[in-house]
């Protein structure tokens, strides 16, 4: 069996896997059922590329009472989610970018 000589290339390493994703919140509201008012706007506006993206819709509670969250990702950095709220922005849409942990 032949020897790998000291210039054969190494296989290259798997990147570590993120500990946190990025995500697009569009709505923070008082009744879930409007989450999907929120989806099918964020659809109109982007279309099929909106549709590569996973919706996010729960419940948290503050001091106002339960909230329900409408989120789409995930984006890989930070940067692409910034991108895809300055898109919604400049479509007359409004969000924030949140970093959710893995």
Do not use: I
Not at 58 to 75: E, N
């Amino acid at each position: 069996m032949p020897e790998a000589s000291c210039t054969t290339p190494l296989a290259p390493v798997a990147a570590p896997a993120p500990s946190a994703e990025y995500r697009v919140q569009l709505a923070l509201l008082r009744n879930q059922r409007n989450a999907k008012y929120v989806w099918h706007d964020f659809v109109a506006r982007f279309g099929p590329a909106a549709k590569k993206l996973h919706r996010y819709v729960f419940a948290t509670q503050t001091a106002r009472g339960t909230r329900h969250l409408v989120q789409v990702g995930p984006f890989a950095d930070e940067g692409q989610a910034e991108a895809m709220c300055s898109k919604l922005k400049q479509r007359g849409g409004d969000c924030l970018v949140v970093r959710e942990p893995s």
